[in-house]
């Protein structure tokens, strides 16, 4: 991550370098533990730099369609999507990442059949089931309108509710749980 930065943000590495070289201390209760993974969860930085860090990785894939946002990656076409993978994993190790399979899907037509035994390994999702929630980015194009459609109906609920709140407490809201980040997100 530092080099990343060295190499494609010059001007922020002086911060960088103060800020992440050493192992932080994370205190929980009478414990105290060092941690030497890089930035932690909720460090405002944190996706700038994974970001930026494995952009490279990213542009050098071979699919059709190559999407990242943070630590979700999109890849297409099932053959080039497994020598993708198995390459994102052997290129993280050395940049000291590692994929979660836990974590991983294909989202594929129920027909489809995979023959990779990795891409079996992820959990399958058909695309019809594809829709967009809090954990996950990607979602099918087909899914879109839907999500935009549970979006709006959220944000109804939330404008009835909010109206139960002092003006200063529902704007809060609004502007940091139900609008911005919501749009942003899809």
Not at 54 to 76: A, I
Not at 151 to 171: G, I, K, M, T, Y
């Amino acid at each position: 991550m530092l080099n990343a930065v060295y190499d494609r943000l010059p001007d922020l590495y002086p911060y960088c370098i103060s800020a992440y070289s050493q192992p932080s201390v994370l205190f929980y209760g009478s414990f105290i533990l060092m941690s030497n993974e890089g930035p932690q969860q909720g460090d405002p930085l944190a996706p700038l730099l994974f970001s930026n860090t494995v952009q490279p990785l990213l542009l050098s894939r071979q699919t059709g369609l190559v999407l990242g946002f943070l630590d979700d990656f999109s890849l297409d076409h099932q053959n080039q999507v497994a020598r993708d993978v198995q390459q994102i994993i052997e290129v993280g190790v050395r940049m000291g990442l590692s994929l979660n399979v836990s974590k991983c899907e294909v989202i594929a037509d129920p027909a489809t059949t995979i023959t990779d035994p990795l891409l079996q390994s992820f959990e399958r999702i058909a695309t019809q089931d594809a829709i967009l929630v809090h954990r996950y980015f990607w979602v099918q194009i087909l899914s879109l309108d839907n999500a935009w459609a549970e979006r709006c109906a959220d944000f109804s609920r939330a404008v009835n509710r909010l109206s139960l709140l002092s003006s200063q407490e529902a704007l809060c809201l609004l502007r940091a749980s139900f609008s911005v980040l919501r749009v942003q997100h899809l």
